[in-house]
């Protein structure tokens, strides 16, 4: 029997192997997302210029084609699983994706298209004063998406159900990933949609505090559940999780004008490739850590984290809600002196036409 074949009845197995096998993975899995980040911060910044200089097609269509290669490389993996070490391809596909810039020069190459037609302002987006504590706001909402990105490394929940009490099957997992993802899809187009039928203030931000709030239940259940049936419990929370997404994308850009939300969404792509090695490096650490004697601290740590990202948008919240209230009176305001000057013309056209027929009557 070959080490493919032991890996795949792990899931039947109740001794230490399991677990040095287990330790090895997230040992590897950090290499594995150092080699792809870390020369991705050199080369992004390269790409970047390439494509400041000599325009965005060629830099765009290069990382898209090293995008395929890297697709292509982890269907080899699986695809050749049982005669060839999966190492091998995932280390080069990270290799070739580190070096053409990685996830972040596709979201600035993208971006920068839509930026190019929002040139009026050259001042920072980060640092432009604005309106009560609006620009706080938006320091502190960048803050708790890194911190929010951190906690979700889904990787390590398959580490985590392979092992006792649950030994779950690849089959099983599969199911569970299957059902995590239809929820979240819908979860993403239901909230907004019944949101969309009250006037609440900050409404965006309240789909955020809920997605939140119910990730980090979901966090807490995984960390102490002792049973198949408690980890399935959680699938019905991405229903509200799936709504967070959305939701920072609605509630980011109202925080800022028209033409400085692409800047804004660049700022977020970078945050976004920061956090995939940071959070490997501190949770498959962690798991390593704890494996001994809760293999379900790291998800105990990442329920943590996103509670007190809960709190941060809670304050958030209140701190935006005057000035969330300021701008809708402005715009009742706006829409009656629209209303008003729209009825005086009238007024005026139909007081013009009575003269006029006074005028005739006279004649």
């Known amino acids: 029997m070959d080490a493919s074949e032991i890996c795949l009845r792990l899931s039947h197995s109740n001794g230490s192997f399991l677990d ?40 765009l269509l290069f990382v898209l084609a090293s995008f395929f290669l890297f697709n292509m490389m982890h269907f080899m993996a699986t695809a050749t699983f049982e005669s060839m070490n999966i190492y091998i391809w995932y280390f080069a596909s ?76 690849d089959r099983l997992y599969s199911n569970f990933h299957l059902a995590e993802s239809i929820l979240t899809t819908i979860g993403m187009v239901l909230c907004p949609f019944l949101l969309s039928f009250v006037d609440w203030l900050g409404k965006d931000n309240l789909m955020i505090i809920s997605g939140l ?41 109202r925080m800022v004008k028209q033409d400085e939300t692409a800047r804004l969404l660049t700022v977020l792509s970078i945050i976004m490739g920061f956090c995939p090695p940071i959070s490997a490096f501190i949770f498959n650490n962690l798991f390593n850590y704890s494996l001994s004697f809760w293999a379900g601290f790291p998800f ?53 036409d009575l003269e006029k027929a006074n005028r005739n009557v006279s004649k």
Do not use: N
């Open 20 to 59: 040095i096998v287990e330790k090895d993975i997230a040992f590897t899995k950090i290499w594995i997302q150092t080699v792809g980040s870390v020369p991705s911060l050199i080369t992004a910044p390269i790409i970047g210029s390439w494509s400041d200089r000599h325009g965005r097609k060629y830099p």
């Open 300 to 352: 105990f740590v990442a329920g943590i984290l996103v509670v007190l990202v809960v709190i941060g948008q809670i304050a958030i919240h209140l701190l935006m809600r005057p000035q969330w209230k300021l701008d809708r009176l402005q715009k009742v305001q706006k829409a009656g002196s629209h209303i008003t000057l729209e009825y005086r013309s009238k007024a005026k056209d139909s007081f013009g």
């Open 213 to 253: 709030a119910a990730s980090a239940v979901s966090f807490f259940v995984i960390a102490f559940a002792h049973s198949t049936a408690e980890i399935f419990a959680t699938v019905l929370l991405y229903l509200l999780v799936g709504a967070i997404s959305p939701a920072y994308r609605s509630f980011l850009p």
């Open 94 to 169: 990270e290799v070739l994706i580190g070096m053409t810039g990685g996830v972040m020069s596709l979201f600035i190459m993208t971006l920068a298209m839509v930026t190019d037609d929002c040139r009026a302002k050259l001042q920072p987006v980060l640092k432009v004063k604005r309106p009560g504590y609006t620009r706080c706001c938006i320091l502190l909402s960048l803050i708790f998406v890194f911190f929010e990105y951190l906690a979700f490394d889904s990787h390590l929940i398959l580490l985590y159900v392979k092992r006792p009490p649950f030994s779950w099957s």
